[in-house]
Every structure is written in C-alpha cells, then in structure tokens.
C-alpha cells in the first residue's frame, strides 16, 4: 500500500498542541489523530505496527507457557464495591446504569476482574 493511499495527514510542520517531541512525531508522520485529552484515533500505520508487537509478544509467551487473557472494560459495580475502590475513586470514574437498571462502571484498572 502507498503511503499516499494510507488514512491519516503527514506534514513537516510542528502542531502548536504538541508539548512532547514524541506526541509531535506521532501525529506529524500520520499515526495518530488528537481528538481530546488523552484520546487518539489509531491511524492504519499504527495499528499494523501494534500487531506486529502484539505478535512477537504472543510468540515470546508462548514460548514459556505463558497465557493471554482479555478483561471486559464495562464492569459490574458490585465487584469494585467489594474490593472498596467504588466509594475511594471520585468523579474519575465513570459509573452508569444498564438497561436493567444494575450499577455499572468503566473499568480504569482491571484487578477487580
């Protein structure tokens, strides 16, 4: 695939909103696109860049028997209420209810699960 066909804009300039280098190169060579604090989109030449990591990692846990396990990121709140995290985290996290009315939370850490 040509660069030219790839999602994302390159150019030479330095955006103004970078404060590290490494922000700066990501989005000037077309990697990653700011949308707001914290969050970036994933432009194609990252993602094929990811796998190629995320490869090499399973391979190497394969290797010594490792395993791989994949956690939810929507949690129920009764298990956060247990560990006591769900009353000690502020307004950080983000709690909601399902369509069932149970008290749900976007997990920020995942050793609850």
Same mark, same amino acid.
């Given at each position: 695939?040509?660069?030219?066909?790839?999602?994302?804009? $390159?150019?030479?300039?330095?955006?103004?909103?970078?404060?590290?280098?490494?922000?700066?190169?990501?989005?000037?060579?077309?990697?990653?696109?700011?949308?707001?604090?914290?969050?970036?989109?994933?432009? !194609?030449?990252?993602?094929?860049?990811?796998?190629?990591?995320?490869?090499?990692? $399973?391979?190497?846990?394969?290797?010594?028997?490792?395993?791989?396990?994949?956690?939810?990121?929507?949690?129920?709140? !009764?298990?956060?209420?247990?560990?006591?995290?769900?009353?000690?985290?502020?307004?950080?996290?983000?709690?909601?209810?399902? $369509?069932?009315?149970?008290?749900?939370?976007?997990?920020? !850490?995942?050793?609850?699960?």
């Amino acid at each position: 695939m040509k660069l030219e066909n790839l999602v994302g804009d $390159r150019f030479k300039e330095r955006p103004v909103e970078c404060g590290i280098d490494s922000h700066a190169l990501m989005i000037r060579g077309g990697y990653i696109k700011h949308m707001t604090n914290g969050i970036f989109s994933s432009y !194609t030449i990252l993602r094929r860049i990811t796998r190629k990591i995320e490869q090499i990692i $399973r391979e190497e846990m394969d290797a010594i028997d490792g395993q791989e396990v994949v956690f939810p990121v929507v949690m129920p709140a !009764t298990i956060w209420q247990e560990s006591g995290r769900y009353e000690s985290i502020g307004k950080e996290l983000l709690r909601f209810k399902d $369509r069932n009315e149970i008290p749900m939370l976007l997990g920020m !850490t995942h050793e609850e699960a």
